[in-house]
């Protein structure tokens, strides 16, 4: 079982410790870089570009673009996962060339979550088309796919089209990891067909139950090596209930996943980097020596 950590500091949505807020660049810094040497497999960033005030999500959410490029320079195993970019926001060959560039300059440590959206405010100030989000999200990913990795691509489908164009400098992994968002059956459905991993919501955030979400992926046929995240919906406390911790990873195996997304209790920075340790220590990542 991989772990990696939902990211505290680029995202700030309902009850979260004070020290987030006041948190910057130096906290963010420490955070990614304890995660990097305990042998944490990942670690998220949100994609919003603007949204409406008093959103229950949250206001803040920093680029994951910019955010994973500036730590990719101090960290040296950690991969990054924006969880999720918005497909119809984007053209697939924006995607591919401002994310290829992160996976060429991080040495292959890139891992796209990629969803669907509905936040309907946004589609509109951005001018995406919402009604047909899905079946668009879908031809991107195709076109996705046959751009990340390559120098010269082309594609033509029913959204998107282009015939031998140039991307250099592009990914550098001959197959970058697509997981896709959505607690939905369609959202697997899409994960099976056109991705390389599944990425649902927690249960707190109307994602399935670890029963249900074994249900749902037996009844597919899974690719080799197909991921599935779990996200406990929960915050764990490894430092004062290791066995609580040692639980939900036995949960997340029952389920079928892959990949834990953690979130921990924090009060503090120094508690926060505490948790990681004690976490790393009863899931016996791969720390560093």
Known sequence: M?????SPIVALAGRRPAWEAAAGTAELVRVAQAADRLGYAFMTCPDHVAVPPGLPRGERFYDPLATFSFLAGLTTRLRFLPYVLVLPFYHPLEIAKRYGTLDHLSGGRLV???GVGNLKEEFDLLGAPFDDRGPRADDALAALRAALSGRTVSYEGPYYAFEDMVIDPHAVQERVPLWIGGHSERALRRAV?????WAPAPQSFRGPTPELMREMLDRHDLPEGFDVVFTPGERLDAVNDPGRAREVIATAEEAG?????LTVRHESLAHYLEQLRAFAETAGLDREA
Request: net charge neutral.
């Open 112 to 114: 796209l979550g990629l």
């Open 257 to 261: 996943a892959t990949q834990v997304n």
């Open 2 to 6: 991989k772990v990696g950590i939902s």
């Open 193 to 197: 067909t056109l991705g390389d991993g």
